[in-house]
C-alpha cells in the first residue's frame, strides 16, 4: 500500500543544517499495523508527515498504492489528506468551536462543496454517530472538547481520523499525552479497527506500545534500522 | 459548509470579534449619519437653487443687461422643447421705508405669473400662493404698486428657524432707488437725475431658502424695474429664464437653447445694439447657480473624503482584529490542512468570518443609523430644550428640520463598502495563514 525509497528531509535551524531523515525505506502493506519506534527527535514524526504528505522530502519517494506521491497536484494533494489518510495526533488537536459530533464529522464536511454536503448530510451525520459509538462516545456528542477528558479528546481525534474510511491511518504518539491505562485504551481501539481490515502506522517512542502493533521498525540516526 | 460554520463559530465565541463588529457598526453608523444628513442639505439646496432658477438661463452679468431679448423670448415660445419662459431684470439698488435711511439691495424685475411658470416663485410668496399674477397688488389697496420682499429683509427667524409675522402684510411703503445706466454702461441722468426712485408697497413676502436671496432681494413688476435702471429705449432685460418641458434632458434642452441662441445673435450682426450680446451666455441652472452650488459641493466632497478615511481606520480595525483571531488560530489551520482543507480553503475561511463581521457591523450599524436619523430631529430639540444645543443656529441658517431622508444608494455604497473595508482588512492575515505549512502549526513547541 505505502512504500518509502530513500527518504531525506534535513531542516534548518539558524544557520546548521539538522538532517533528519538520510535515506528511510520502509514499506507498508494493505490491512498492517506498523509501529515506527525511536528515540525523541530521532525523525519519526517527519516521517509520519511525509507519508501524509503534511510535509514533502528533500529527496526520495513516497507510493501510495503504486502513486507517486511527488507527482500530486495541490489538489490531490488535499484529496489525499480528506479521504486516503486519517491523522492522529499525539495533542489530539480537535476544533475548540465544534462539539465532538461535528469535530467527527468535520473531514466528510472538508471533502464536499455547500450542495454536495447537504445531499450527504444526513449519511455523514450516521456515520460520525456511528463511530462515536464504537468508540464509546456516543453520550458525549454534544460536548465541546474542552468538556472531555485526554483519552476521550483522543478517541475523538480517531473518530475524526476515520470519519472519511481512510486507507492509512497515520498515528502521532497517540498515546503519548495519556496515562497508561488510557493510552492501553486508546490501543485496544486501535486494534480494533485494525482486526477490521484498518491500515495503521504509528509512532511510538514506548517499546511497550509499539509491541501492541503487529510489526515493530525502529528509526534512528535518520535511517530504518532492521 | 465547514468554512461558513467556522467562520460563524469564531465569530460568536471570540470576544474580541465583538470589538470589530462595533468599530464598523460605530463608522456605517457615522458615515450613514453624516451623508444623509450633508447629502439631504446639499439636495435641499440645489432644489431650492433650481426652483430660483428655472432649467435654464440666458444672461448676462452686465448691468446694462442685453437688447431684443423679446424677440429671443418670440423664438423660444415657437420651440418645441420649451414649456415656460420668463425674462428678468436684476440689478442694484437702494431701499429704504419712506423718509428713513437705505440699505443696499438685490433688484428683481419680473412678471410674477410667467416667473411662477418657469420657477419656483410662486411657492415662496406668503399671501398669493394660489393667485401669483397679483403678487404685486397689495391686499390693502390693490391700486398701489407692490413689491415682494425677501423675508428676511423684514423678519428674523426665532431659534426654531419660524417668522413671527401677523396676519399679511402692513401698509407700509418703500423708496426704491436704481442708477440707470445707458446701454454703453454709462449713467443715464445728470445730478437730481442721476438716481432713480420709486415708492413700493409691501404685498408680499418670498422665502426661497436661499439666505442670500432672502435676505437682500426685492422683487419689482418687470416694467417698473426697467424703467428704474434705464433699461427702456430700447427695452432691455437681464435674463431669459426657461422651463423645459417634462420630457428634455436637461443638457439636451440646453444645447438647443444655445444653438437657438448662437443663429439668434447672428442674425442681429450689425444692428446697433448687438454688441450687448457679446455678454450674453446660456447656462443650465447649475452653472448659472454654480457660485452658491460649488461651496457646498465641495463640503461634501470634503467630508466623503474625510470619511473615506473613516473607513481606512475600518479596515485597520479589522486587520488587526483578523490577525489576532488568526494568529490564536494557527493550530487550526494545521488540523483543517491535515483533513484536507487547501490554501484557497483557508482564505475563505477568515475573508467569510471578515465578511461576517461586516455584514453584521454594517447591520447594526445601518439600523441604529436608520433609528437615530428618524430621530435626529427630535434629539436636537430635546437637547435644545435641555441644554441650548443646535446643529445649526436656525437664526442665521435658512434650514429648517435637519434632512433625515436615507437615500437607497447612499445605504447600498455604505454597505457594500463597509465589507469590502472588512475583506481588505482580511486579506493580508488570511493570505498568511493560507501559507502557513500544518507541520509547523502542528508542532508541539506551537501549542
Request: charged letters at 20%; a neutral charge.
Amino acid at each position: 500500500m505505502l512504500k518509502v525509497e530513500g527518504l531525506h528531509k534535513s531542516y534548518h535551524m539558524g544557520a546548521t543544517e539538522v538532517k533528519v531523515l538520510k535515506g528511510v525505506d520502509l514499506a507498508v502493506k494493505k490491512g498492517e499495523f506498523v509501529a515506527i519506534i525511536g528515540a525523541s527527535g530521532s525523525g519519526k514524526s517527519t516521517l509520519l508527515h511525509i507519508m501524509g504528505a503534511l510535509d514533502r522530502p528533500d529527496k526520495g519517494a513516497v507510493e501510495f498504492e503504486k502513486r507517486d506521491m511527488s507527482r500530486f497536484g495541490a489538489g490531490e494533494l488535499n484529496r489525499f489528506r480528506n479521504d486516503a489518510v486519517g491523522f492522529v495526533f499525539q495533542f489530539y488537536h480537535l476544533l475548540d468551536e465544534l462539539n465532538v459530533l461535528e469535530n467527527v464529522y468535520l473531514p466528510a464536511m472538508a471533502g464536499k462543496s455547500i450542495a454536495g454536503w447537504f445531499a450527504r448530510r444526513k449519511a455523514a451525520k450516521n456515520r460520525a454517530t456511528q463511530l462515536l459509538t464504537q468508540l464509546g462516545l456516543a453520550e458525549r456528542a454534544r460536548h465541546k472538547p474542552y468538556q472531555l477528558s485526554g483519552g476521550e479528546r483522543q478517541r475523538v481525534a480517531i473518530g475524526r481520523a476515520l470519519m472519511n474510511e481512510p486507507r492509512l491511518l497515520l498515528a502521532d504518539e497517540p498515546t503519548g499525552n495519556l496515562d497508561s491505562s488510557t493510552g492501553n485504551g486508546i490501543l485496544d481501539v486501535l486494534e480494533r479497527f485494525n482486526e477490521t481490515g484498518q491500515t495503521i502506522v504509528m509512532v511510538t517512542h514506548d517499546d511497550r506500545i509499539a509491541n501492541r502493533a503487529g510489526r515493530t521498525v525502529m528509526l534512528a540516526d535518520g535511517k530504518i534500522m532492521d | 459548509m465547514y468554512k461558513i460554520t467556522l467562520a460563524i463559530r469564531y465569530l460568536l465565541k471570540r470576544r474580541i470579534t465583538y470589538f470589530a463588529v462595533v468599530a464598523v457598526a460605530l463608522c456605517v453608523f457615522i458615515v450613514l449619519v453624516v451623508m444623509t444628513v450633508m447629502a439631504g442639505l446639499v439636495g435641499d439646496f440645489k432644489e431650492k437653487n433650481h426652483l430660483f432658477a428655472g432649467d435654464c438661463v440666458v444672461a448676462t452679468e452686465s448691468l446694462v443687461g442685453f437688447s431684443y431679448y423679446e424677440e429671443f423670448v418670440e423664438t423660444l415660445e415657437k420651440a418645441d422643447f420649451v414649456e415656460a419662459i420668463s425674462p428678468a431684470v436684476k440689478s442694484y439698488g437702494l431701499i429704504g421705508p419712506q423718509g428713513s435711511g437705505s440699505i443696499g439691495v438685490e433688484i428683481m424685475g419680473i412678471d410674477p405669473a410667467m416667473h411662477s411658470r418657469v420657477t419656483g416663485f410662486g411657492r415662496t410668496l406668503d399671501y398669493h400662493k394660489t393667485d401669483v399674477s397679483k403678487a404685486f397688488e397689495p391686499a390693502y389697496d390693490p391700486n398701489l404698486i407692490g413689491c415682494v420682499l425677501g423675508k428676511d429683509l423684514l423678519y428674523q427667524r426665532d431659534s426654531y428657524g419660524t417668522y413671527t409675522i401677523g396676519d399679511g402684510p402692513g401698509r407700509a411703503g418703500y423708496s426704491v432707488s436704481c442708477f440707470p445706466l445707458t446701454p454703453k454702461g454709462a449713467t443715464a441722468g445728470t445730478k437730481t437725475d442721476m438716481v432713480n426712485t420709486k415708492t413700493f408697497y409691501h404685498s408680499d413676502n418670498s422665502v426661497s431658502g436661499l439666505a442670500r436671496v432672502d435676505g437682500s432681494m426685492i422683487y419689482l413688476p418687470f416694467e417698473w424695474a426697467q424703467k428704474l435702471c434705464g433699461m427702456t429705449n430700447p427695452n432691455r432685460a437681464n435674463a431669459i429664464h426657461i422651463k423645459f418641458k417634462p420630457d428634455v434632458r436637461l443638457q439636451d434642452g440646453c444645447d438647443k437653447v444655445a444653438s437657438l441662441w448662437q443663429s439668434f445673435r447672428e442674425g442681429k450682426t450689425g444692428d446697433k445694439q448687438a454688441f450687448l450680446l457679446d455678454t450674453v451666455t446660456v447656462r443650465s441652472w447649475k452653472d448659472y447657480r454654480r457660485s452658491s452650488i460649488a461651496p457646498m459641493e465641495k463640503e461634501q466632497t470634503v467630508m466623503t473624503v474625510m470619511f473615506g478615511f473613516v473607513g481606512i481606520t475600518t479596515v485597520f480595525i479589522v486587520f488587526v482584529v483578523s490577525y489576532m483571531i488568526i494568529s490564536h488560530k494557527s493550530k487550526d489551520i494545521g488540523i483543517l490542512k491535515s483533513i484536507g482543507a487547501s490554501n484557497c480553503d483557508i482564505i475563505q475561511l477568515f475573508s467569510g468570518f471578515a465578511f461576517l463581521v461586516g455584514l453584521l457591523g454594517s447591520g447594526i450599524g445601518l439600523f441604529t443609523g436608520w433609528l437615530f436619523l428618524e430621530k435626529i430631529n427630535e434629539i436636537e430639540d430635546w437637547l435644545f430644550g435641555h441644554f441650548g444645543f443646535q446643529l445649526w443656529d436656525r437664526t442665521i441658517y435658512a434650514i429648517g428640520d435637519i434632512p433625515k431622508k436615507i437615500q437607497l444608494e447612499v445605504v447600498v455604497t455604505i454597505f457594500l463598502s463597509a465589507i469590502i473595508a472588512c475583506l481588505v482588512g482580511a486579506l493580508l492575515p488570511s493570505w498568511q495563514a493560507a501559507r502557513q505549512k500544518p507541520v509547523e502549526t502542528l508542532q508541539v513547541n506551537q501549542l
